[in-house]
């Protein structure tokens, strides 16, 4: 669905909110968001900007699919972190951005972003933090022989997916996993369960901001 069609969407009087999603890879969670309205009622939201810094990803080509915009740039072609952080700012506060949704992307946000969307950056992760953050989580767990990881959705703050937890899921470790089985498993989850966190957390500000 693109955005002028999810932006129509609410017949409740409050309006949806609006979504930036950060995404380098194959995009597989962000496909969740741009379908989300179609799959969820009454999806309090819609994306109406992806964030990529690997122009040739295929969450470019989905969010290109969808009708969506894209900011679609490496920092190479910036000064420094801060004047490529300062850009994304920029175009956010151009599309009248309120929430964003990291999905895959694989940079540490910075201080731009951080102090333009304080308590409203949220993260997916595939483990339950704070057990194996970083790269290569889904690795980490088979490495140390779990028998269940899972996914945690939080809030992105200055560290390495250090933020406060919003939601976790169990997954089970399973014999014979290897690193693609497993993260197949999780993104099963990740799909479901980031969308109806997401939802829920931006319904309650939304309300809120339409009480105050
Ligand atoms: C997801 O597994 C997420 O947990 C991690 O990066 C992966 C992105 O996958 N942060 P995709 O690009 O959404 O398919």
Redesign the pocket.
């Known amino acids: 669905m693109g955005t002028d069609a999810a932006l129509r969407r609410r017949e409740d009087g409050l309006e949806p909110v609006r979504l930036a999603v950060f995404?380098?890879?194959?995009?597989?969670?962000?496909q969740q968001f741009l379908d989300a309205p179609g799959r969820f009622p009454d999806w309090p939201a819609a994306v109406v900007l992806v964030v990529s810094d690997k122009p040739a990803s295929?969450?470019v080509e989905r969010a290109l699919g969808a009708g969506v915009p894209c900011f679609a740039h490496s920092p190479k072609e910036f000064a420094d972190k801060a004047a490529y952080e300062r850009a994304i700012v920029a175009q956010l506060e151009a599309s009248r951005v309120q929430w964003i949704v990291?999905?895959?992307?694989m940079r540490i946000v910075g201080d731009s972003l951080l102090d333009a969307y304080e308590g409203r950056i949220v993260?997916?992760?595939?483990s339950l933090l704070p057990m194996f953050p970083g790269k290569e989580?889904v690795e980490q767990a088979l490495a140390a022989g779990v028998t269940e990881t899972g996914?945690t959705v939080h809030r992105v703050d200055r560290g390495m997916d250090t933020g406060p937890i919003v939601a976790q899921w169990r997954v089970p470790v399973l014999p014979g996993d290897d690193a693609t089985r497993l993260?197949q498993r999780?993104?099963r989850v990740?799909h479901v369960l980031y969308p109806t966190v997401v939802g829920q957390l931006v319904r309650e500000w939304a309300e809120e901001g339409d009480r105050s």
Do not use: K, T
């Open positions: 995404a380098s890879g194959s995009g597989s969670n962000l295929m969450a990291l999905a895959g992307y993260n997916v992760h595939p989580a996914v993260h999780i993104q990740e």
